[in-house]
């Protein structure tokens, strides 16, 4: 029901939006965060959107760089990436679940919310 897209090669300092779009669900209903997983490393919660109306927590490693959106007629969320750095390599998945409010940081999100809905990730490799 989730499908992750915009992945591919960037040089480091480059850029790229990644999608999140979604079919049998109303993506706005829901928390949404976005996770990475680099080669031999675990699975890292990069950003939350808790819900439309809460703020977007970010990763410290992506704050200043990343930033979430929603698009409610697509029924898609994004995740724009600049500034892109080598150690930003590896699978990036979209969750869903929630809605959420009341929490007051990522890690807090990342603990306490259950994400239902997944992509299916999509792979971001910076190299030069």
């Known amino acids: 029901q989730l499908v992750d897209s915009g992945g591919g090669l960037v040089q480091p300092g480059g850029s790229l939006r990644l999608s999140c779009a979604a079919s049998?669900?109303?993506?706005?209903?829901?928390?949404i965060v976005w996770f990475r997983q680099a080669p031999g490393k675990e699975r890292e919660g990069i950003l939350c959107s808790p819900s439309v109306t809460e703020p977007t927590y970010y990763a410290e490693s992506v704050t200043g760089r990343f930033t979430f959106s929603r698009d409610k007629s697509k029924n898609t969320v994004y995740m724009q990436m600049n500034s892109l750095l080598p150690e930003d390599t590896g699978v990036y998945y979209c969750a869903a679940g929630g809605p959420f409010a009341g929490g007051s940081s990522l890690s807090e999100y990342l603990r306490e919310a259950e994400w239902n809905y997944w992509g299916q990730g999509t792979q971001v490799t910076v190299t030069s």
């Open positions: 049998g669900i109303t993506l706005d209903y829901y928390g």
